[in-house]
C-alpha cells in the first residue's frame, strides 16, 4: 500500500442508509396493495411490502441489508457458503443478514480494524426501504430467472442474484452474530463482513491507483499480494 495515502472517517453508531442508493422513504410512494409482486412478498414470504413503483420491501423486521459494491458482492458469493438471498442493484449487491445487524456493523468494523478506513459499504436496518426485485417464477412481470454472480447490475432495476426461496422461513439463511456463526450452516456476520471490507479496500486501492478492478471471477479473490502505487 506504498504511495496511497487512506482517508479516516468517523464511524457513525447505529444503522447507516446511505441518502445516494435507491433507500428510500414512504414519502412519493403510489401503487395499490392487490400489485401481485407486493402480494407475493407479503403472502408468499410474509415480508412487510411498501406499495408503489416499484415494490419496496422494509428492512429490519424479517432481515437487515448489508449493501456492497458488486464486485465485493461476488468476492462473498465465490469464498463463502452463503444460502440467504443475494440482490442486485445498479452495481451494488445486496447481501440479506440478520436483524441487527446493521446496528452491530459500526462496532464490528473496529473490532475487525476497518473502522477507521472509509470503505465503500454499508448496513439498511430499522426503518429502511429497499427495492423490491422481481420474484422468480411468472409473477408480476413475468417469469424471472436468477442471474449469475459475475452479473454487474448495471440497470437500474433491481434483480434476484439469489432469490428467497417461498415458505421458507429466511431468518435460518441468514448470517448473523453468533458465536456458532448463522443458524442452518450460514456463515457467521464477521467472516462476512471481514470478506466484503477486505474487497471494498482493495477496490479502494485500484482506484487510487487508476487501476480499473479487474473482471471475471477472479476479481474476488481477496488473498493476494498486497497492492501498490507505482
Known amino acids: 500500500m506504498a504511495g496511497t495515502a487512506l482517508s479516516v472517517i468517523p464511524v457513525t453508531p447505529g444503522p447507516l442508509v446511505p441518502a445516494h442508493r435507491s433507500v428510500t422513504t414512504a414519502e412519493g410512494s403510489r401503487g395499490g396493495p392487490d400489485d401481485p409482486v407486493l402480494r407475493w412478498y407479503e403472502d408468499e414470504q410474509g415480508w412487510p411490502t411498501l406499495p408503489g413503483s416499484p415494490v419496496r420491501l422494509s428492512v429490519g423486521v424479517r432481515f437487515d441489508v448489508l449493501d456492497v459494491p458488486a464486485e465485493a458482492g461476488r468476492a462473498a458469493l465465490e469464498r463463502l457458503e452463503l444460502r440467504g438471498p443475494v440482490a442486485l442493484q445498479g452495481g451494488r449487491t445486496r447481501l440479506l443478514v440478520a436483524v441487527g ?42 417469469a424471472v430467472r436468477p442471474l449469475p454472480p459475475d452479473h454487474t447490475g448495471t440497470q437500474g432495476a433491481a434483480v434476484w442474484l439469489r432469490p428467497p426461496e417461498p ?39 485500484l482506484r487510487a491507483c487508476g487501476r480499473p478492478p479487474a473482471g471475471g471471477r477472479g476479481a474476488g479473490r481477496t488473498g493476494s499480494q498486497p497492492l501498490a502505487c507505482s
Not at 108 to 124: I, K
Request: include cysteine.
Open 101 to 142: 445487524s446493521a446496528e452491530e456493523l459500526p462496532g464490528l468494523l473496529a473490532w475487525l480494524e476497518w473502522g477507521t478506513l472509509a470503505l465503500d459499504l454499508a448496513a439498511v436496518g430499522a426503518g429502511g426501504l429497499i427495492d423490491a426485485p422481481p420474484p422468480p417464477g411468472a409473477v408480476g412481470h413475468g
Open 167 to 205: 415458505g421458507r422461513e429466511v431468518e435460518a439463511s441468514l448470517p448473523t452474530l453468533s458465536a456458532t456463526g448463522g443458524r442452518g450452516g450460514a456463515p457467521d456476520l464477521v467472516r462476512l463482513v471481514n470478506t466484503v471490507a477486505t474487497q471494498c479496500h482493495r477496490l479502494r486501492l
